[in-house]
């Protein structure tokens, strides 16, 4: 197990900026899958974005998030831009630990330790 801690939420206006950091411990972080996800109110944990191996990820929502991690700072990042309200929601990182940085998955279940959450919240 790691454990993570996410930080950069907050509550921002339809169209601002943020980046969500996610510190991980110990000195295995360069070894795992690391993923973002999301839950908003009343709804199920949803995936938003992962990477493995490289220092960027793919683009997620249309272009307006991007994933990206610095290993020796043993930190994933979420930088989102263009927030709309929807995207209001808890975000959480998570690490896959089990299967390996190429393993690419959006479950849930593949993925072994999470972060407490931030909150994202936007207003119109």
């Known amino acids: 197990q790691v454990q993570l801690i996410e930080s950069g939420g907050g509550s921002v206006q339809t169209g601002d900026s943020l980046r969500l950091s996610c510190t991980a411990s110990g000195h295995t972080f360069s070894r795992h899958y690391m993923g973002w996800f999301r839950q908003a109110p009343g709804k199920e944990r949803e995936f938003v974005a992962g990477i493995g191996a490289g220092t960027t990820g793919a683009e997620s929502e249309e272009g307006r998030f991007t994933i990206s991690r610095d290993n020796a700072k043993n930190t994933v990042y979420l930088q989102m831009n263009s927030l709309k309200p929807e995207d209001t929601a808890v975000y959480y990182c998570?690490?896959?630990?089990?299967?390996?940085?190429?393993?690419?998955?959006?479950?849930?279940?593949?993925?072994?330790?999470w972060g407490q959450g931030t909150q994202v919240t936007v207003s119109s």
């Open positions: 998570a690490a896959d630990i089990n299967r390996g940085i190429f393993h690419y998955t959006r479950s849930i279940k593949d993925y072994d330790s």
